[in-house]
């Protein structure tokens, strides 16, 4: 049965592979829990079809018409309901401990797995690789058991890869931890592939890499779904990412070296875009002038700044740096002082490219200082630059 | 009383009450209704308005699912799709269990129904009975306001922190369902001081039908549950108005508090919206069978078993959200204990059908589908059950599918199939055969079709409360949309096939299906006393004295050539009671 | 409503035989004795719910203090104990002629049910007055419920505050004249029945003021025998004391508020604390606040004392690592993340009771109007019993919150 379970769902149509009853089992963790699922769904159906069969069968063989009296009156028979209420329990004492078992395997991390800090806020992913590399896919090694530890800035969450039949709730206030080890690493698109691709989701004009069209990554890596299964909230459906599994160490660790600092050469400003979407900053600060949980970036540079307490400030460069630093020391007048402290969590050459980076969206002339409008949020402008974190979840 | 034309021997039949008598036309005017202190009346008002209630959440379902018909939404569009969605499910999901599942059948049909089964002339406190009814309407109309005021995007489950942080009106929402936790209390205590100290003499406990042992039990949990629900409540609108700190992480407190707070009402409300469903489906499926309910005693205890161990098991809902351990293994063990009782019951059901003489009327088909429906929700609870595997399936649509089989299937099945059962009893009025059965059918097929491939999509890793999803699930979520507008269409067949019978239907006899318990002896429908003395008792299933009088098409009780026993004149008089008022 | 009545009261004329019950025997039950069982029953079961209801407070009251014991035996310092005490007393005097009321009716002793039932209602009158002291000083502290929280220990006593105590009483002040007017109008009209119900109610509305009395007495009272031992007992000293010495605060709770502070500081382990504790900068002040007279001073090293206790505790720490994001907060806010969640729960479960006790007095004085009414008799007697089981379970969770809120330390 299990491999029946696993084998394509043709009942329905054509495309076999989109009606497999699982997703693809890529974790220590599938075999073991799909057989488990077999196994129990194989004593439902022991249990189902005698019972739907008599049911139907019962309902035609004994049909009477009106006033015909019943074959039979039995008030009761000890013995009998005895075993059938005492029977199916064996069943199920066997699939609690193997569930049991197979649950304390998900639950006890092994020694020596690989720490990956994951944060979650409404609806971004941020995985920190460690040395301030932060990305908001996941990428691990094959057979090597990954550990998550995982936190949440806001709400509820919970972090779920059907591929490797892992899921654990992210809780505010408190660590929550997971762990799992991949089996099947993902597959690396031949470059011309990659480039086609590029090139196409250029000239759509589509600023984001559209997974729903794609099965690999901007950098050309097969991926497994990675959702947020616990409701947070407006973009909960969106709140997705992507996990990649690499084939070797070095893989990944040259894949971190490419996200982990500005390139030689790379303009600030552009390395600013990039921080500004992976680091989350796209989570609450528009580019467009739209008010979200925090100030558009469209507006802040250069301009007066009302803040809570009264005063006034020009956002200059040393603005800018305090309020990425120490956000709660001055909060623009209308907003919540929410935001997190980046202090230690990004170097001086981050802030650096992100202030170019807020040079470039910002307007400066003086009369943007107004808050933004909120009406303006439903203007459909596709501001350059949008983030891609919003998106790349299709 | 008249009696109809005697077939033979010695016949006993209500006959048809007078005008006067009839509990629907005994006093007139819209106050008579407002005020009414009458079981009954209050029951049909509750049924009116929780069908209101379903009619509201069942459009709110069709559109989430033709919104989910592409990958996309094909509903809502604009920046504020997903919020939008957000709201109707929100709302379909607290309509549908605050205000329709939780009283549809203990309120609706077990005021009609209790007091008249039990023999009594009415509940033990009809104005507090009144006061649950008018508590409901003002909770609906909290709900009903929180949807005008938009923008309730929580869940139904209110989880903490979200719906601390959430900026819409959550504070409404839960004054409302706060209002309805103390209808239900209310009614709860009522049904069961009711069947403790009314009831006539000959009724014990083991002659009591086993819709009111269902009710008995219902009624247990929904008063010492219940007020956990209340008190749950109250401290989130405290954390929402003053940030008290119990329940927000950002004062110090414990999300996951609120989530074991609020499972220990909501999963032993789970089995407040069940457990009158399994009462009204062992009435059914034996009247229709005219056979006696096999092993009553196994199904009236199990009914309280579940009540208590449905107390245990609530933890099974945060499997994934880090407790310790030890904690779930234990909460994945009760929750199988539970499955036990159930079992129990749908074997029974069988085992009574088993050498029957069954009529196929509409009832019976809802009886069917019920089992069937059933079964297919409490199989797929061993799934979530087993530990590993619900950590996969945890909440994606496989739970979805799940609790859409129990509550859908299993509740609001039994429902219909209950309101059909007593609708001649209700209004006096006998609905088209056919008509009734044709909707059975059409539900029965659109259910399957909307929520059989919903188990698929979570096995698939379809996460649930998603606006928006992958396009490879969209073939099946397509299909379910179809489904769901079959379902739809199968519930306004039924919804027309009742309406039509109130203007065109032919007059009910007393009893049109055969029934033993005592609300076949009095009229259809009831006079507005129920019954003149206090009837005589007898065994709930014995069908042995019912025969059909074709004739008449009716049903009508044949006493056997014996004298009658002294008891048909009780002395319930006590002497004190001699004076004149 | 008449049409309701209607319907039963043809019943009983088509039946023939049913006309024969007692006026007090609803027409759905057969005897008194089923009546009676029927709503002993209810109430009980009612009881359970409201058990239940409160278990949920007394479960959040137990995590909480398990995961910040020292939060609670800090905060609860700020509770007083005689307050608490006093309105234990009162409450379990109120269980006593609560249960003297049932006897009553049950032997047809009808003055007696009255008075029985006026005292109950002015125990429960006196137990809010007391209650309305405790709450507006702590509101005029700013020792809220966590979101709320705005206690500040260097000026634990800020100016222009609104006058709380004032806003309480204003309605119970309200109603005490709408009585005395009733009162006075059922005496000149000579309505006998009307007289025989205002005048226990105007005593059970002047019961409430002396509640206010009783609570700033005894804080007053608390505040003299800790600070100014050389003082008589009039309060009006003692005030005029707290004027002087309270470095220009200018309202007259001033001296009240010190009680609160003060009043605590008479177990001796808390006073090593607070040599344990002296800071050189504060050493100045420490040795002004010894000047028994100087109250105001001394309650604020008192507090400051107090919240350095509950804000410095490991779990602070470790809740600020935890939190990353929020471990820039200022003192103030890690208090009312402490501090203020025990308020939470003292407001939650003493605020639910104090509704309970409201909802109780609602119902006692219907059960007042209908004594006067002469409704009771040996045969029916239900309602005052099913009030008195509500009353002493009302009164047996103020006997468990007392201890938890403010006895343990």
């Known amino acids: 049965m299990p491999v029946i379970l696993n084998q394509p769902w043709t009942l329905l149509a054509d495309k076999t592979e989109d009606y497999a009853w699982f997703p693809e089992a890529a974790s220590t963790f599938a075999a073991e829990n799909d057989w488990l699922y077999g196994v129990i769904t194989i004593v439902c159906v022991i249990f189902f079809i005698p019972i739907a069969f008599s049911l139907f069968y019962f309902a035609v063989r004994y049909r009477k018409p009106k006033g015909g009296k019943a074959e039979s009156n039995t008030a009761h028979n000890t013995p009998l309901e005895l075993a059938w209420s005492i029977g199916p329990s064996f069943f199920l004492v066997g699939m609690f401990i193997l569930g049991a078992k197979a649950y304390l395997n998900h639950r006890t991390v092994p020694d020596g797995a690989r720490d990956i800090k994951v944060q979650s806020s409404s609806w971004n992913w941020s995985f920190d690789y460690g040395g301030g590399t932060v990305h908001p896919e996941l990428h691990i090694v094959v057979e090597e058991p990954t550990k998550l530890s995982m936190r949440s800035t806001d709400v509820i969450h919970s972090l779920f890869v059907p591929a490797f039949r892992a899921k654990k709730d992210i809780v505010p206030g408190r660590y929550n931890y997971m762990w799992f080890e991949p089996t099947v690493a993902s597959r690396k698109v031949s470059d011309e592939e990659l480039a086609a691709a590029k090139k196409k989701m250029k000239d759509l004009g589509e600023e984001n890499w559209n997974f729903d069209e794609l099965d690999f990554t901007p950098d050309g890596y097969t991926y497994y779904d990675l959702y947020c299964t616990e409701y947070c909230g407006l973009n909960h459906s969106e709140m997705q990412t992507v996990v990649v599994v690499h084939e070797t160490q070095e893989d990944l660790d040259a894949w971190i070296k490419k996200y982990s600092m500005r390139g030689e050469n790379e303009d600030p400003a552009d390395y600013g875009r990039k921080l500004y979407s992976r680091r989350g900053c796209s989570g609450c600060h528009s580019l467009d002038g739209s008010k979200r949980v925090g100030p558009s970036f469209q507006e802040v540079f250069g301009n007066k700044r009302p803040l809570t307490d009264g005063d006034v400030v020009v956002a200059d460069e040393n603005y800018v740096r305090e309020s990425i630093l120490y956000p709660k020391a001055k909060v623009s007048a209308g907003y919540q002082p929410v935001m997190p402290s980046y202090k230690g969590q990004l170097t001086e050459d981050d802030i650096h490219s992100l202030v170019e980076f807020l040079k470039e969206v910002s307007e400066y002339s003086p009369a943007e200082v107004v808050a933004g409008d909120p009406e303006s949020s439903n203007e459909e402008k596709p501001a350059e630059g949008k983030n891609a974190t919003d998106t790349e979840a299709k | 009383m008249s009696a109809g034309s005697i077939p033979s021997g010695k016949v006993r039949d209500p006959g048809y009450p007078t005008k006067s008598e009839n509990y629907l036309t005994n006093s007139k005017g819209i106050l008579s209704w407002i005020f009414t202190l009458d079981h009954k009346r209050i029951g049909v008002m509750y049924l009116i308005g929780v069908v209101l209630a379903f009619a509201v959440a069942g459009l709110l379902a069709m559109v989430?699912?033709?919104?989910?018909?592409?990958?996309?939404?094909?509903?809502?569009?604009?920046?504020?799709?997903?919020?939008?969605?957000?709201?109707?499910?929100?709302?379909?999901?607290?309509?549908?269990?605050?205000?329709?599942?939780?009283?549809?059948?203990?309120?609706?049909?077990?005021?009609?129904?209790?007091?008249?089964?039990?023999?009594?002339?009415?509940?033990?406190?009809?104005?507090?009975?009144?006061?649950?009814?008018?508590?409901?309407?003002?909770?609906?109309?909290?709900?009903?306001?929180?949807?005008?005021?938009?923008?309730?995007?929580?869940?139904?489950?209110?989880?903490?922190?979200?719906?601390?942080?959430?900026?819409?009106?959550?504070?409404?929402?839960?004054?409302?369902?706060?209002?309805?936790?103390?209808?239900?209390?209310?009614?709860?205590?009522?049904?069961?001081?009711?069947?403790?100290?009314?009831?006539?003499?000959?009724?014990?406990?083991?002659?009591?039908?086993?819709?009111?042992?269902?009710?008995?039990?219902?009624?247990?949990?929904?008063?010492?549950?219940?007020?956990?629900?209340?008190?749950?409540?109250?401290?989130?609108?405290?954390?929402?108005?003053?940030?008290?700190?119990?329940?927000?992480?950002?004062?110090?407190?414990?999300?996951?508090?609120?989530?074991?707070?609020?499972?220990?009402?909501?999963?032993p409300a789970v089995y407040i919206m069940i457990l009158p469903a399994f009462g009204i489906i062992s009435d059914l499926i034996s009247v229709h069978s005219h056979k006696r309910i096999f092993g009553y005693r196994f199904i009236a205890y199990s009914s309280i078993a579940i009540a208590l161990l449905g107390f245990l098991v609530w933890g099974h809902h945060m499997f994934t959200s880090g407790m310790g351990p030890l904690t779930t293994i234990i909460f994945s063990a009760l929750t199988f204990t539970v499955s036990v009782p159930s079992a129990i019951k749908v074997f029974n059901w069988l085992a009574t059908m088993y050498k029957g003489s069954i009529s196929l009327t509409t009832p019976m088909c809802f009886a069917i589908a019920f089992i069937f429906l059933f079964t297919i929700g409490g199989l797929t609870g061993l799934h979530l059950g087993t530990l590993a595997t619900d950590l996969h399936l945890h909440d994606t649509y496989f739970v979805v599918a799940h609790f859409h089989y129990v509550m859908v299937g299993g509740t609001l099945v039994a429902f219909l199939g209950g309101v059909f059962h007593w609708w001649p009893k209700m209004f006096g009025k006998m609905y088209s055969e056919w008509g009734g059965r044709i909707a059975a059918l059409i539900i029965f097929l659109g259910f399957n079709l909307t929520f059989l491939p919903q188990f698929v999509l979570g096995s698939r890793g379809m996460p649930r409360r998603y606006a928006t999803y992958d396009p490879e699930f969209a073939y099946l979520h397509q299909m379910s949309t179809i489904g769901a507008l079959l379902l739809g269409a199968g519930l306004l067949v039924a919804l027309v096939v009742l309406l039509h019978s109130l203007f065109r239907g032919k007059r009910a006899p007393a009893n049109p299906w055969g029934g033993a318990t005592l609300e076949w002896n009095c009229t259809s429908p009831p006079p507005f006393y129920n019954f003149e003395r206090a009837p005589i008792v007898g065994d709930p299933y014995d069908f042995t004295t019912i025969e059909w009088d074709g004739e008449n098409e009716r049903y009508v009780t044949v006493d056997p050539e014996r004298e009658i026993a002294p008891e048909e004149k009780p002395e319930t008089e006590p002497a004190h009671a001699q004076s004149d008022h | 409503m008449s049409t309701i009545e209607a319907g039963p009261e043809t019943a009983h004329n088509a039946d023939g035989h049913d006309h024969d019950h007692p006026s007090f025997l609803a027409h759905h039950f057969d005897t008194p004795e089923q009546q009676f069982d029927s709503g002993k029953l209810g109430i009980w079961l009612f009881l359970v719910t409201e058990i239940l209801f409160f278990s949920g407070m007394f479960c959040a009251y137990a995590i909480f203090r398990m995961l910040r014991p020292d939060v609670f035996e800090g905060c609860s310092q700020f509770l007083n104990t005689k307050l608490g005490a006093i309105n234990t007393g009162v409450l379990l005097f109120s269980s006593l002629t609560m249960a003297w009321a049932v006897r009553c009716s049950q032997v047809e002793d009808n003055k007696g049910l009255v008075g029985m039932l006026s005292a109950t209602l002015s125990c429960a009158m006196i137990f809010l007055g007391v209650k309305a002291i405790e709450y507006s000083h702590k509101w005029e502290m700013g020792l809220l419920p966590a979101g709320l929280f705005v206690y500040d220990p260097a000026n634990p006593h800020p100016p222009g505050q609104p006058n709380y105590l004032g806003y309480i009483c204003a309605p119970f002040a309200l109603i005490l004249v709408g009585v005395v007017i009733w009162l006075i109008y059922s005496i000149v009209t000579a309505n006998k029945f009307q007289v025989a119900i205002a005048k226990p109610l105007t005593v059970v509305c002047l019961c409430f003021f002396v509640g206010v009395g009783l609570g700033t007495v005894l804080e007053s009272g608390g505040s003299e025998s800790h600070v100014g031992e050389d003082h008589a007992g009039d309060t009006h000293a003692a005030t005029d004391e707290g004027h002087d010495h309270a470095d220009g605060e200018s309202h007259d709770t001033g001296e009240e508020i010190a009680g609160v502070m003060v009043g605590p500081s008479g177990d001796p382990l808390l006073i090593v604390d607070n040599d344990l504790d002296v800071k050189d900068e504060s050493a100045v002040r420490q040795r002004l606040a010894t000047d028994a007279t100087n109250s105001g001073l001394q309650s604020e090293i008192e507090a400051r004392q107090r919240q350095s206790s509950v804000a410095g505790t490991s779990i602070v720490t470790e809740d600020s690592e935890i939190e990353g994001a929020i471990e820039k907060v200022e003192n103030e806010v890690l208090t009312a993340r402490q501090a203020g969640v025990f308020f939470s729960i003292y407001y939650c479960m003493t605020g639910i009771h104090a509704i309970h006790i409201l909802a109780g007095i609602g119902v006692l004085v219907w059960l007042l109007v209908r004594a006067v009414r002469h409704d009771f008799n040996r045969q029916y007697f239900g309602p005052v019993d099913y009030v008195g089981l509500y009353w002493h379970l009302v009164d047996l969770i103020w006997i468990y919150l007392f201890p938890l809120l403010y006895l343990i330390r």
């Open chain 2, 64 to 267: 989430i699912r033709l919104h989910l018909f592409q990958p996309d939404g094909a509903v809502f569009s604009g920046p504020k799709a997903n919020d939008y969605y957000n709201q109707v499910f929100t709302l379909h999901g607290a309509i549908m269990v605050f205000l329709f599942i939780i009283p549809s059948i203990p309120a609706a049909l077990g005021n009609f129904l209790v007091p008249v089964m039990l023999g009594a002339k009415d509940v033990a406190f009809p104005r507090l009975n009144l006061c649950s009814f008018y508590l409901w309407v003002a909770g609906a109309i909290f709900f009903i306001s929180a949807l005008c005021a938009s923008q309730l995007d929580t869940g139904w489950t209110f989880y903490t922190p979200y719906s601390t942080s959430s900026n819409s009106s959550v504070i409404l929402a839960t004054s409302g369902a706060f209002i309805l936790g103390f209808s239900s209390i209310f009614t709860g205590l009522n049904f069961i001081v009711t069947i403790n100290t009314m009831r006539p003499p000959g009724m014990s406990w083991f002659r009591m039908p086993l819709f009111l042992w269902a009710t008995y039990a219902t009624s247990i949990i929904q008063v010492l549950a219940t007020p956990v629900l209340g008190i749950t409540l109250l401290l989130l609108i405290a954390e929402r108005v003053m940030h008290i700190g119990i329940f927000d992480p950002e004062f110090n407190g414990d999300p996951v508090t609120f989530q074991h707070f609020f499972w220990f009402y909501s999963h």
